[in-house]
């Protein structure tokens, strides 16, 4: 399984300042290129006013807000809710507005797995992906071998992430673009009846809002 | 820059093509991943438009094979920014080197 196995090896107070320096106590190794490259422009667009501090720290703020517990709690009141899961599927932007969350300019489109269905994402020209309910993608979502490999053999690279789909069960893998982003409804497991949306959105993994896996109780 | 296979194909439309195993491994984002990030947000943020979606997109496909191959997710998209940025003027090419190695020195002076 994919889910939550961040490699965070140090210690820091998540002081939203630190990226506005180059903090050599932490990161000890030699910048990299694309490193040295990304506070090359940062300093050149602050000094000929296409950028202010203030600018870069508010990107900066939302970058590190985007959390996939909020996609867990919108499916948790979609499972709680049958029209908010209906006004859901119907028009994703606006029904995620309704939570408070603005999914942006691109369609938000969501799709509900059932008992007969299995939905799956992916980008395979990119690694597009709904940021706004998911936060950033994993390392696996951006991989050309998930990228490849999965609308093709959809199934085998599902049983590599654990997740077995019956041969009656059709599965529906979703190619995303730049404008148009996909969110998945997992099946609400058995077992839930009577669970708190709180209670409900505590299983709900990024892995099974991408589709490559189905929440259990 | 079109695939040897099919040469309606583009370099970065992968999709159907065997790329092996795939790592489940996730990592933390790198603090200057997230910093290029929020830079490319800012700049195509409402109103200003300085940098938009579809330009991102258009400078993948752009780069060429090779780089777009060497490079990973977060290189590819500051790549892409720096290509769009230094083809609107905001700066040169040659400032942006020259930046990158006065970064580069104050670094290495503040490791010491």
């Not at chain 1, 990228?147 to 093709?152: D, G, M």
């Not at chain 1, 979703?174 to 505590?202: K, N």
């Not at chain 2, 195509?44 to 993948?60: K, Q």
Request: one cysteine or more; charged letters at 30%.
């Amino acid at each position: 399984m994919a889910e939550e196995r961040g490699t965070h090896d140090h210690d820091h107070d998540h002081d939203h300042n630190h990226d506005l320096t180059f903090q050599p106590n932490i990161e000890d190794t030699e910048a990299g290129r694309y490193e040295l490259m990304t506070y090359a422009i940062r300093e050149l667009l602050m000094e000929k006013g296409h950028l202010t501090p203030d600018e870069l720290r508010a990107a900066q703020e939302k970058v590190e807000s985007l959390q996939k517990s909020d996609g867990a709690k919108v499916i948790a009141k979609a499972w709680s809710d049958a029209d908010f899961k209906q006004r859901l599927l119907d028009d994703g932007n606006a029904a995620l507005l309704e939570v408070g969350v603005d999914a942006g300019a691109a369609k938000m489109t969501v799709v509900e797995n059932t008992d007969d269905v299995q939905n799956v994402v992916v980008c395979t020209l990119c690694s597009c992906y709904p940021r706004a309910v998911l936060g950033m993608p994993p390392d696996w979502y951006r991989s050309k071998s998930y990228r490849s490999r999965v609308v093709i053999e959809p199934r085998q690279v599902l049983s590599e992430f654990g997740t077995d789909v019956p041969d009656d069960m059709t599965v529906r893998v979703h190619d995303s673009l730049a404008d148009l982003r996909y969110l998945v409804i997992p099946r609400r497991p058995e077992g839930t009846d009577g669970w708190s949306e709180d209670q409900l959105a505590a299983i709900v993994t990024r892995d099974t809002m991408v589709g490559v896996a189905n929440p259990t109780a | 820059m079109a695939d040897t296979d099919d040469p309606r194909r583009g370099y970065h439309d992968i999709g159907g093509k065997d790329y092996g195993a795939i790592d489940p491994e996730v990592t933390e984002m790198k603090p200057w991943e997230r910093q290029s990030t929020a830079i490319s947000n800012a700049l195509g943020a409402a109103g200003r438009h300085l940098y938009v979606t579809d330009e991102s997109r258009r400078a993948r496909e752009q780069m060429g094979e090779p780089l777009y191959s060497d490079l990973d997710y977060y290189e590819r998209s500051t790549e892409s920014m720096k290509m769009i940025l230094v083809e609107k003027g905001l700066f040169t090419e040659e400032e942006l080197e020259t930046r990158m190695a006065e970064i580069a020195q104050r670094m290495a002076e503040a490791r010491k």
